[in-house]
Nanobody
Framework: QVELVESGGGVVQAGDSLRLSCAAS????????MGWFRQAPGKEREFVAS????????DYADSVKGRFTISRDNVKNMMYLQMNSLKTEDTAVYYC?????????????????????WGQGTQVTVSS
C-alpha cells in the first residue's frame, strides 16, 4: 500500500512561482515512476508531468514545458513540481500519482490509467 500526500498549493498571482511537494510512504519509492496531473473546474483531469524512477527521464505537457520542472528525491521519498511563470489557466487541483504495481521501466508515464495510487490533491489558484 502506498500513500501519497501533496502540499504546497496556494493562491498566487500570474507570473509568480510555486513549488508543489508529494510525500510518498509505502512501497519502494525509488522503483516506480511518478506523475503530476491537474483538474480544473468543469474540465477533465490532464497530464502535467512525469518522471522515471531514477529521476533521469522526464516528460511534460506542452502547456507547461519550459515553465514547470518535475524532480524527485529517492532518499527522502519526495517528488516535486516547480512551477514558474504561472498563468491563470494553471488554476486547478494538482494530484500526484504513482505507478507502483506494473514493475515499470525507468521512464515517465503519461497515461492516468497506468497509475495505481493517487494523492488527495492540492489547490493551486492563479489570479490575474
Amino acid at each position: 500500500q502506498v500513500e501519497l500526500v501533496e502540499s504546497g498549493g496556494g493562491v498566487v498571482q500570474a507570473g509568480d512561482s510555486l513549488r508543489l511537494s508529494c510525500a510518498a510512504s509505502g512501497g519502494t519509492f525509488s522503483r516506480y515512476p511518478m506523475g503530476w496531473f491537474r483538474q480544473a473546474p468543469g474540465k477533465e483531469r490532464e497530464f502535467v508531468a512525469s518522471i522515471g524512477w531514477s529521476g533521469t527521464t522526464t516528460d511534460y505537457a506542452d502547456s507547461v514545458k519550459g515553465r514547470f520542472t518535475i524532480s524527485r528525491d529517492n532518499v527522502k521519498n519526495m517528488m516535486y513540481l516547480q512551477m514558474n511563470s504561472l498563468k491563470t489557466e494553471d488554476t486547478a487541483v494538482y494530484y500526484c500519482a504513482a505507478d507502483v504495481n506494473r514493475g515499470s521501466p525507468d521512464e515517465p508515464v503519461r497515461s492516468a490509467r497506468i497509475y495505481d495510487y493517487w494523492g488527495q490533491g492540492t489547490q493551486v489558484t492563479v489570479s490575474s
